[in-house]
């Protein structure tokens, strides 16, 4: 190592007081975001799993209770509403998926003022959850711009009571958030995707005869496969830790709890009711859950690197 180094024109010791600097240095580059790491993630995350053993209230002094908290929530009703609830609005993502993907296929096949659509399909997501759930809310109410317009064509069956249902304001939670919310953006992603295909691939099917759904099937789906996955595992955390503020204007949770998911129960628990140590009892199993799916993300992407 020596005779390199010295081929090099590098003295033994110089190189290692340079490397010493180097890594001073970095350690000081990466010591604000360390702090910030330390102070506004991982503190807050034990100090949750401290507060689930306790009965904490917001205040006063910390009444260890052990696993009670746990044992409550498992035999809670509420919790295995919100389970429920989480799951269903789970099964509307491949629809989430799949529409965007087709606007996408579409658009980049050449759809005239495909430009025009792709700002007009992407507008909403501008908007942000809390504008949109808000939105979302006075379109559906009964005296609402949907059913005043089915009851104008005539379609009077079809104007329900849409947000006061239990069913039907969970369906209508999973349509508009996991689907409709998520064109806009799901669109332009898939669009800027395709972009990176190889065009030859087009062209060689092309000559062979191949449609567009052939074309579409066999080369776009397969070249863009890991981002379908990505945007698969985003549209599952987006559902299951990042959907309160839409919730939150859309329907508050109601009708009673037939739209409450496990990330709103929180803050009903913890901020409504005062129960932090109960609350933060519901986080850590919440938290469980999004780190299992980070794991089979990790995994996904090493199997496809692979």
């Known amino acids: 190592m020596d005779l390199l180094m010295r081929q090099n024109g590098l003295k033994p010791g110089k190189t290692t007081r340079l490397q010493t600097q180097e890594s001073r240095d970095a350690y000081l580059l990466i010591t604000p975001l360390m702090i910030l790491m330390l102070v506004f993630i991982l503190f807050p995350m034990v100090s949750n799993f401290i507060y689930s053993l306790t009965d904490w209230r917001g205040f006063g002094a910390l009444n260890w209770v052990g696993f009670d908290n746990f044992r409550a929530m498992f035999e809670d009703e509420r919790f295995w509403q919100s389970i429920k609830n989480t799951l269903i609005l789970l099964l509307f993502i ?35 959850y809390v504008i949109l759930g808000m939105v979302f809310n006075l379109f559906l109410r009964s005296n609402g711009p949907l059913n005043s317009l089915l009851e104008m064509v005539g379609l009077h069956s079809w104007a329900f009571d849409w947000l006061n249902r239990p069913l039907l304001a969970l369906l209508s939670l999973g349509t508009v958030y996991s689907v409709i919310v998520r064109i806009g953006f799901g669109t332009i992603y898939f669009l800027a995707a395709m972009g990176s295909v190889d065009e030859h691939l087009y062209e060689a099917a092309r000559v062979d005869g ?24 985003m549209s599952v955390i987006e559902n299951v830790a990042r959907a309160f503020s839409f919730i939150y204007t859309f329907s508050r949770g109601g009708p009673g709890y037939s739209t409450h998911t496990l990330e709103y129960s929180l803050y009903t628990l913890g901020f409504t009711n005062g129960r932090i140590g109960y609350a933060s009892a519901w986080s850590v199993i919440l938290f469980f859950i999004c780190a299992v799916i980070a794991v089979m993300q990790i995994r996904l992407m090493r199997w496809n690197d692979g």
């Open 94 to 128: 491949p629809l989430g998926v799949f529409i965007p993907l087709c606007l996408a296929a579409l658009l980049r096949g050449g759809l005239k003022g495909w430009k025009f659509f792709r700002a007009v399909i992407y507008l909403p997501q501008v908007l942000g």
């Open 210 to 233: 191949a449609g567009w759904w052939t074309r579409f099937w066999h080369v776009t789906l397969p070249s863009i496969r890991f981002n379908i996955e990505f945007l698969v595992v």
